[in-house]
């Protein structure tokens, strides 16, 4: 099926999070003709990187900007756009407190970039973290809170008149969903981690995860997103980012369990319009009116 009518707009704070988080369904709506905007607000160069990946790259922000080059092109995404700001890292870190980070600039700041390129692209569908950030990473809380305030803002006279004055148009997109997954194979997984000798509140190469807390988080799902036929392609995305596959610094038999668990399907929560506990989708476009 061609949808070159649908435009989707994904806001996430990382190079990686398209391909880890949401690959397969990326790549579904890419081969159905959708147009899609990736929105990444930092360069991530606060992850850890071996330094065999760093040859011929001068710093870990260029070679992570390649990896989400090459992971574009992999997903067949219509266009890429980086906000540039520095990877704030996790809470109480060096990075976090950097003048250059995104959870250092002003919101506003952040909210405005992204009402501009929404009433830009004018996309029917706008997709990014949950209110958690799916595990609570700073860029990803600040990621969700300015594409949430961005989506309402798009569509008011009152907010950024400076875009009205350089000809752009008002746009409420019609959908905004939220980027969760269902915690129970989480909470299997944490009952297991102490018979094998493992914390699931210190998890990660700095031990700084905490997996009781994000199972503690759990949001509604209201789209499930069958992406059985695009798990191959999902995969060789996230080998793009060879520098950060084992960036979690997760016991293999964490990956392996949770391939049992999870079924071919990637979750979503439905924020707008508000869906209760009732909706279950399997399209974002269902309902959606097409231009």
């Known amino acids: 099926m061609n949808s070159s009518n649908r435009r989707m707009l994904?806001?996430?704070a990382h190079p990686d999070d398209e391909s880890f988080g949401m690959g397969g369904t990326l790549a579904r709506y890419a081969s159905e003709g959708t147009h899609i905007t990736l929105v990444c607000t930092t360069n991530g160069d606060a992850g850890t990187v071996d330094p065999k990946f760093m040859n011929g790259y001068k710093s870990i922000a260029d070679l992570?900007?390649?990896e989400i080059h090459c992971a574009v092109e992999v997903l067949n995404l219509s266009e890429l756009i980086l906000l540039g700001?520095?990877?704030s890292g996790m809470a109480g870190?060096?990075?976090n407190e950097h003048p250059d980070a995104l959870f250092a600039a002003p919101l506003q700041e952040v909210v405005e970039r992204i009402t501009r390129i929404i009433r830009e692209m004018r996309p029917q569908v706008v997709v990014t973290f949950d209110p958690y950030g799916g595990y609570g990473h700073p860029d990803h809380l600040r990621t969700h809170e300015a594409t949430r305030e961005a989506f309402f803002a798009a569509g008011d006279k009152t907010r950024f008149v400076e875009h009205l004055h350089e000809g752009l148009q008002l746009y409420t997109p019609q959908k905004l969903y939220y980027l969760t997954n269902d915690r129970r194979w989480l909470r299997q997984i944490i009952r297991v981690m102490p018979l094998l000798g493992a914390d699931p509140e210190r998890i990660g190469r700095n031990r700084d995860i905490n997996l009781r807390e994000i199972a503690a988080h759990q949001f509604p799902i209201h789209a499930r997103i069958n992406?059985?036929?695009?798990?191959k392609t999902a995969?060789?995305?996230s080998e793009c980012h060879a520098s950060q596959i084992s960036g979690f610094g997760m016991p293999r038999w964490i990956g392996a369990l949770?391939?049992?668990l999870e079924t071919k399907?990637?979750?979503?929560?439905r924020a707008y319009p508000d869906a209760g506990n009732q909706i279950r989708e399997q399209d974002f476009f269902e309902g959606v009116t097409l231009d």
């Open 227 to 231: 992406i059985s036929a695009y798990s």
């Open 85 to 87: 700001y520095r990877d």
């Open 258 to 260: 949770r391939s049992l």
């Open 265 to 269: 399907k990637d979750s979503y929560m």
């Open 64 to 66: 992570r900007t390649a």
């Open 10 to 12: 994904v806001s996430l």
């Open 235 to 237: 995969q060789i995305a």
């Open 93 to 95: 870190s060096y990075d």
